[in-house]
C-alpha cells in the first residue's frame, strides 16, 4: 500500500485517535449538571423513545432506561468519556471500538427519524469498524507497546 506522508498503520492510527477526540467531544459538550442534576439527557431520550414508531425501542427504553435515569445518565456520559480516552490513547482498543460501535447503534435506533444525527452515528460507526480491522491499535497505542491484541 502507498500513502502519502505516514504509513498505512499510522493513518489507521489518525483515524482511532481522531475517532476518540470525536467521542471526548461528546462528553466535554454536555451540560454536565443539566445531565447529572436535572436529568436533561435522559428526559431528551425518552421523549424520542415515546415517541418512536417501534415497539421495540419504546418498551426497551421503559424496562432498561425509565426505572434508572439518574444512573443512565452517568452510564452514558461516562461511556463516551471512556471510549475516548481509550481510543486517544489507545488502551483497550478492540473493547473500545466495539463498545462504542454498539452505543453509535444505540444512538442510530433511538434516533431513527433524526437524520442530523444519523451522519454522525453513520460516520463514527464506520470509523469503528474501520479501525477495528484494521487493527489500529498496532501503532502510537498502549496496547502496542504493551504487545496486547496480536
Known amino acids: 500500500m502507498d500513502t502519502i506522508w505516514l504509513t498505512g ?25 443539566a445531565w447529572f442534576e436535572r436529568g436533561s439527557g435522559i428526559a431528551w431520550a425518552a421523549d424520542v423513545a415515546a415517541k418512536h414508531r417501534w415497539k421495540a425501542v ?7 432506561v425509565a ?17 475516548g480516552l481509550g481510543l486517544i490513547t489507545g488502551f483497550l482498543t478492540p473493547i473500545a471500538l466495539v ?7 444505540v ?12 451522519g454522525q452515528n453513520l460516520m463514527m460507526s464506520l470509523i469503528s469498524v474501520v479501525a477495528l480491522f484494521g487493527m489500529s491499535w498496532q501503532t502510537w497505542s ?3 507497546a504493551l504487545g496486547w491484541f496480536g
Do not use: C
Not at 489518525?14 to 470525536?22: P, T
Not at 452517568?74 to 463516551?80: G, I, T
Open 99 to 105: 463498545g462504542g460501535l454498539l452505543l453509535n447503534a
Open 67 to 83: 426505572p434508572r435515569p439518574r444512573v443512565m445518565a452517568y452510564v452514558v456520559a461516562y461511556a463516551e468519556l471512556a471510549l
Open 9 to 33: 498503520a499510522e493513518w489507521l492510527a489518525v483515524l482511532r485517535i481522531g475517532l476518540g477526540l470525536w467521542w471526548l467531544e461528546s462528553w466535554r459538550h454536555k451540560d454536565k449538571k
Open 142 to 144: 498502549l496496547d502496542g
Open 58 to 64: 419504546r418498551s426497551g427504553f421503559q424496562t432498561v
Open 107 to 118: 444512538y442510530f435506533v433511538l434516533m431513527i427519524h433524526d437524520w442530523a444525527e444519523q
